[in-house]
Antibody, heavy 120, light 103 residues
Framework: EVLLVESGGGLVQPGGSLRLSCGAS????????MSWVRQAPGMGPEWVAHIKTDGSYKNYVDSVKGRFTVSRDNAKNALYLQMDSLRAEDTALYYC?????????????WGQGTLVTVSS | DIQMTQSPSTLSASVGDRVTITCRVS??????LAWYQQKTGKAPKLLIY???TLESGVPSRFSGSGSGTEFTLTISSLQPDDFATYYC?????FGPGTKVEIK
């Protein structure tokens, strides 16, 4: 069974940092591109970033470029999102998800999400 | 930036109805489009990708079609489990969603 479990969310002040983690199991993690998607309360999803199987390619939505960094550790079956210079508008439930076809951002398995709240 | 619109924003229908949701993209940059179903408190669930490919385990009453800048999701016979919000997605952009409600 494919399982994705996010952690690391919480309350942080504007300008602060958080590191989200996503643990993967039930599939060959190193063979899949992975994405982060967020969803603000009452809003639709927003794709945030993705990373190639070996970490050699990363792409981000414009609103987080230069502030967020996606990475992965295939030996640990783990995906990460380092979030710096956080803003109120980054408040959302953050999901990690697996891409059904690498590089397409079509996402066939999702975690349950971890909540990030940016507020003073 | 690519803009995506969905119509209708809300749809009231009865069990057994045929339902069609339309997604329009502001510019054609890809032949790929995906559809998701989301229920309250749950993560989105992939239904269709590459415009018309049915995700494994998704009932065959769901189908996708379209090209260029206009795409559709059709539910051939609405079932009680289908009342939810549906989103289209093309690469980094999701549509605003269509809520399917019980009539």
């Amino acid at each position: 069974e494919v399982l994705l479990v996010e952690s690391g969310g919480g309350l942080v002040q504007p300008g602060g940092s958080l590191r989200l983690s996503c643990g993967a199991s039930g599939f060959r993690f190193s063979e899949y591109w992975m994405s982060w998607v967020r969803q603000a309360p009452g809003m639709g999803p927003e794709w945030v970033a993705h990373i190639k199987t070996d970490g050699s390619y990363k792409n981000y939505v414009d609103s987080v470029k230069g502030r967020f960094t996606v990475s992965r550790d295939n030996a640990k079956n783990a995906l990460y999102l380092q979030m710096d210079s956080l803003r109120a508008e980054d408040t959302a439930l953050y999901y990690c998800a697996r891409e059904v076809i690498g590089g397409t951002t079509d996402l066939d398995f999702w975690g349950q999400g971890t909540l990030v709240t940016v507020s003073s | 930036d690519i803009q995506m619109t969905q119509s209708p924003s809300t749809l009231s229908a009865s069990v057994g109805d045929r339902v069609t949701i339309t997604c329009r993209v502001s510019q054609s940059i890809s032949s790929s489009l995906a559809w998701y179903q989301q229920k309250t408190g749950k993560a989105p669930k992939l239904l269709i990708y590459k415009v018309s490919t049915l995700e494994s385990g998704v009932p065959s009453r769901f189908s996708g079609s379209g090209s260029g800048t206009e795409f559709t999701l059709t539910i051939s016979s609405l079932q009680p489990d289908d009342f939810a919000t549906y989103y289209c997605q093309q690469f980094a952009t999701f549509g605003p969603g269509t809520k399917v409600e019980i009539k």
